[in-house]
């Protein structure tokens, strides 16, 4: 996600708070999560917040030996990514365009559920949680591409010149933020329908076309030659669970389990604490 992507999701969620009006009755009546409001919105600004500070980072950061990018080849790669390194590269950016077209559509896409009346009933929870995955899904992807400087799979490919191996954003393949930011949208929206519908038919079919953006996009990036398929297998893993636990575990009933970060010189994580 971009800075100004997440300066207009922002907006979006301060407009959303603005603009609907709902009567208290009948939002606590057809309230379906436990939110926070104040805690749960600062928190997510201070996640998006690292989220930038630390992407940059990570694109700013050149290779750690330079003087070995000449020699790399695909056979230095593990079999099951290979593909990845051979990929034309005259077909790049029209695959990143794709690719692009795609995280950006899915990052608002869920505010089309405000259609659902029984999303509007709880138009501030919804805002709330939309805004919250995002944030967990930026944050994530920072977390892992900081401290796992793996090179792109292009830096492995012979078609392409060295000149073009030597810049920045070349040392952060793992893990595939667009997988993960369009996974997280597409299970997002099914996992909340299904909340707030329990009787509807059909889940399994619909977490099964849930699927398909996200596998698209990874398949774009793919061919960009941006990221191998564990990248993008990682990616997608982490945007589905973000996208159906995160409403889970803000949901009335239930076990109270709580995720947070935690760091120390040893470790990056995190710890998980449940209140029965």
Sequence with gaps: MTKPQFLCLFFLLLLTTTTFAVSKDKEEKQKVYTIRYGKDIALSTIQFGAFIYGNQLGRDRLPKHPEQIPNLTPNDVWWFDRGAAKQDPTQADKYLTLSDQFMNGAMYLPLLMYIDPKVRDIWLDYAVLFYKVHSISALGYVAAALPVPRM?????????????????????????????????????????????????????????????????????????????????????????????????????????????????????????????
């Excluded at 997002?188 to 996009?217: C, E, Q």
């Excluded at 040893?266 to 604490?273: I, S, T």
């Design 152 to 276: 792109r799979p292009s830096m492995y490919n012979p078609a392409i010149a060295t000149e073009n191996k030597l810049g920045g954003n070349n040392t952060n393949s793992f893990f595939s933020g667009h997988a993960s930011v369009v996974a997280t949208s597409s299970f997002f929206m099914v996992k909340v329908y299904f909340d707030l519908h329990p009787d509807a038919k059909n889940k399994a079919l619909w977490y099964g076309l849930a699927a398909i953006p996200p596998i698209v996009t990874g398949y774009c990036r793919y061919k960009a030659g941006k990221h191998f398929p564990t990248d993008i297998l990682t990616g997608l893993a982490f945007g589905t669970i973000n996208g159906i636990l995160t409403p889970e575990l803000h949901k009335k009933e239930g076990k109270r389990l709580k995720i947070f970060p935690a760091a120390s010189s040893q470790a990056l994580g995190f710890y998980a604490q449940i209140t029965l």
